[in-house]
């Protein structure tokens, strides 16, 4: 993909997120229901609502901790959202987009915001096995989809308004999810006899 080939695709959203999260999520569910589902089969309702808090905190923790971290980059800004956190920044308030061991943006603020989903620089690669001076070496996934962000940052900072918002707020599905399976916790706890 050329440089122009990205820049005119900026303008459309597009997340950046780990592969291996995706596989992560779809492993816990599915390890989720077989544990549930055995459970449901062996000791029946009642044993299966004073288990699955405990599954299902584990499955948040593999949604909020793998899944959920992203990056998003539209027109109007990027999208850095960790695990219970989103911080929204606008392009004009950009000043530098780098990838230390994940993706950095600094603003005008001075502040810089880490994301710990999407792009992740990874260990180097292997240097060849002959020294040939002709052969390509492969750009690491991290580096191409820093290009793409900077790029995107580049071709839309000209046309952002140049007072954008930077916006910070909790992710509510997660916060409220969590709440919920502690406090489902707690009442399972008390429910089994495992607190007196």
């Known amino acids: 993909m050329t440089r122009d080939e990205r ?35 062996r000791a029946g309702v009642g044993a299966l609502l004073l288990l699955a808090p ?64 999407g792009p992740v620089a990874g260990r180097p690669g292997r240097p060849p096995l002959r020294r040939d001076t002709g052969a390509d070496r492969r750009e690491p996934p991290a580096i191409r989809d820093l290009v793409v962000i900077q790029d995107a940052w580049e071709a839309s900072r000209d046309s952002a308004p140049p007072a954008g918002p930077i916006h910070r707020f909790w992710h509510l599905p997660s916060v409220v999810s969590l709440l919920a399976l502690i406090v489902w916790a707690i009442i399972a706890l008390f429910t089994s006899g495992g607190v007196r």
Do not use: M
């Open 54 to 117: 405990w599954i299902l905190l584990a499955v948040w923790a593999v949604y909020a901790f793998l899944f959920a971290p992203h990056v998003r980059i539209s027109a109007d800004g990027i999208r850095i959202q960790n695990p219970l956190r989103i911080t929204d920044i606008a392009w004009a308030r950009v000043r530098e987009i780098d990838l230390q061991w994940q993706l950095r943006v600094r603003t005008d603020e001075p502040r810089t915001y880490k994301a710990f989903g």
């Open 7 to 41: 820049v005119r695709g900026a303008g459309h959203p597009r997340v950046f997120r780990a592969p291996s999260s995706i596989v992560g999520l779809v492993v816990a569910v599915a390890l989720a229901a077989v544990l549930l589902g055995d459970a449901a089969l």
